[in-house]
């Protein structure tokens, strides 16, 4: 992606680096100062401990070009030598800083109510207290010179570190996980070293190269100050203190240290930052998400809702759920996305409409919404084209505002009404999916509303626009039998009164066979049957389509058995191997299938199979 962020996180959690300006400047000077810590006191002490009585308190010179200080010794030659003692101390200060600050701020989480509360006041109490003034203080309290001073620093560190421990304990403690422990009674020391320690140590770590670069800057103001390395150990904080007085006849001296110390700290800034960057969860806005084009060869299908061509989606680390998928919706047609759980079926939704969370890579042949590139259309464009309707309604609703508000705002954004407006065309739509009284629950908050109410609300909202195609994804799940029923019907109308195709993701093949005209059935992350609705029962051709409708109970099946299931599980998107993904389970599976991945072919009319048994 061009410009744009510096890293990403994927899905497995490892962080990876994406280079960019500042990032490749942090990394290269922290490389730097890295091997001048190593190879600077081997290469270069010797020249630094040289006495030259010849060459005393002298400026700029070819033999020494950043002078001599007052025992003729080279000045150049002990700023490289210095880098390893600077860098060791503010490394000790870091870690001093990071262990004391980290216990610190998880003491809230284990202590008890008013011990916690103690605690709190003496993070806060601390971070108020200005940092230099208590390293100070710890360094004059405990004795000058280089402990001291990497004692004050790590001190003054230390309640940065608490504050962050603690904001970001407070957000894992919310988490359910952690609720859940707490409800079975799982200690508090326990709930912190296995559920919250683990899930916070990311952003403490990354934390640490900031806070490398302030520690690195603070011993340097030490030493400057005289109260950090004493005399004869020298780190690049003494040798600007020692260069400080001649700096009006010979700069260049006190430059040397000074421009060591503000590179090393600018690289370790740019560092963390690049790193905390990269660790950053936000999802990538629509028009960053990293989308490319692939070339397709066949022309584009006239007249179609949706063309989708070898759409597939990656995700760095986690593999490729959504594999090389092609999709074709008529206006008016009502296609059905069956599969099992991790099939690949949300990706591919949220693949249409632009919402990939970050760091998914979307690549597609052709992604086409009523004949134009979803890439060209504007976010107004697209969201009046195209509707979502979530398996959660209550979550797609904003709990602070009221429905008829948020319905309004829809009408408002997009299609500039005024809000008067706008709030009769919201009650219109509430009324038109059959919310009884629509004026009354326009003016209510979601959760005063069941949960029915608020999936019709939330169709309702696609409806604002005049959308070509509204995506489903199992929008019935949270719902009961009754209710369930009532949204297909709902649905079912939609599509007739308004002309809208309608893609609908589920996982009951009953429940699509019922309610759609066609069917396209998933598994790890492709196309392996597509087929008009009305043939399932008969027609299906592919073992796993064949297996999902058998699994299905009817009115023989006998109650008191378990369910026929499909033997085994599908596999990871990073498992899946050469040959056809269901040749595990499959009971007709040869050594064709494992080693060779079937096309889709077509196989009668209006439908195509991906298997080599079926012919
Ligand atoms: N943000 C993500 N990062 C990495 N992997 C993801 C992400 N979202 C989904 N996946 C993986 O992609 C696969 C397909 O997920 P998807 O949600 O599309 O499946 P699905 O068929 O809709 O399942 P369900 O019915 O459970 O929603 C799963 O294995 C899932 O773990």
Not at 409 to 421: D, G, I, K, M, T
Not at 502 to 520: K, N, P, Q, T, Y
């Amino acid at each position: 992606m061009p410009g744009g962020t510096t890293g990403d996180r994927p899905a497995g959690g490892r962080i990876r680096f994406r280079w960019s300006g500042p990032g490749v400047a942090g990394v290269v000077l922290v490389a730097l100062m890295a091997v001048l810590a190593v190879v600077g006191p081997l290469v270069w002490g010797d020249t630094a401990e040289r006495i030259d009585a010849a060459a005393i308190l002298q400026g700029t010179s070819p033999e020494h070009p950043l002078g001599t200080d007052n025992l003729g010794r080279d000045l150049l030659a002990r700023v490289l030598v210095a880098g390893r003692f600077s860098l060791a101390l503010a490394l000790a200060a870091t870690l001093i800083g990071a262990v004391a600050g980290t216990i610190l701020g998880t003491l809230p989480s284990v202590l008890p109510r008013r011990a916690a509360r103690l605690a709190t006041g003496t993070v806060n109490a601390l971070v108020a207290f200005p940092g230099l003034l208590l390293a100070m203080f710890t360094a004059v309290v405990s004795g000058l010179g280089a402990r001291g001073a990497v004692l004050g620093i790590g001190v003054a560190i230390a309640p940065g570190f608490a504050r962050l421990t603690q904001t970001l304990a407070a957000t894992v403690a919310g988490a359910d996980y952690v609720s859940a422990a707490r409800m079975l009674g799982v200690p508090r020391r326990r709930i912190l070293a296995r559920h919250v320690l683990p899930n916070i140590a990311e952003p403490l770590i990354l934390n640490l190269a900031q806070a490398l670069g302030g520690a690195l800057l603070g011993l340097a103001g030490m030493s400057f100050l005289g109260l950090g390395v004493q005399p004869p150990d020298f780190d690049w904080g003494r040798l600007l203190f020692d260069g400080f007085p001649r700096i009006y006849v010979t700069p260049e001296v006190a430059l040397g240290p000074a421009a060591a110390v503000a590179l090393a700290g600018i690289g370790f800034n740019l560092l963390g930052d690049a790193l905390a960057r990269a660790a950053a969860r936000t999802p990538v806005p629509r028009e960053e998400a990293r989308t490319h084009e692939k070339e397709t060869e066949s022309a584009p299908e006239p007249g179609a809702v949706l063309e989708v061509r070898d759409l597939t989606v990656t995700f760095p680390g986690g593999g490729t759920p959504v594999r090389e998928l092609s999709l074709t919706v008529a206006p008016g047609e009502i296609v059905g996305l069956v599969g099992e759980s991790g099939s690949g079926k949300s990706l591919t939704a949220a693949a249409i409409g632009g919402l990939v969370p970050y760091p998914g890579t979307v690549t597609y042949g052709r992604l086409h919404l009523g004949g134009r590139d979803v890439a060209t259309l504007s976010g107004k464009e697209l969201g009046t084209a195209l509707a979502m309707v979530f398996q959660d309604p209550l979550a797609a609703l904003n709990p602070a505002l009221k429905v008829g508000g948020q319905l309004a705002e829809v009408a408002v954004v997009h299609q500039a009404a005024s809000r008067a407006e706008a709030r009769r065309r919201a009650v219109d739509r509430l009324g038109h999916v059959h919310l009884p009284e629509p004026a009354k629950h326009a003016g209510q908050h979601p959760h005063e509303l069941s949960g029915g109410m608020r999936q019709r609300a939330v169709i309702a909202m696609g409806l604002m626009g005049t959308p070509r195609l509204v995506v489903a994804d199992e929008p019935t799940t949270a719902l009961d039998v009754t209710v369930q029923r009532q949204i297909l019907r709902l649905l079912r109308e939609v599509v007739a009164e308004t002309g809208t195709a309608l893609v609908f993701i589920s996982h009951d093949i009953a429940v699509v066979g019922e309610l759609c005209d066609r069917v396209v059935v998933m598994y790890a992350g492709r196309v392996v049957e597509e087929l008009p609705a009305d043939r399932l029962a008969t027609g299906a051709a592919h073992p796993y389509t064949r297996a999902l409708i058998a699994s299905l109970p009817d009115l023989d099946t006998d109650r008191t058995r378990p369910l026929a299931g499909i033997p085994g599980t599908q596999p990871s998107p990073a498992q899946v191997g050469p040959g056809c993904a269901f040749a595990p389970r499959c009971a007709l599976a040869t050594a064709q299938c494992t080693a060779e991945r079937p096309e889709l072919i077509p196989h009668g009319p209006g439908q195509r199979v991906a298997c080599w048994e079926v012919s």
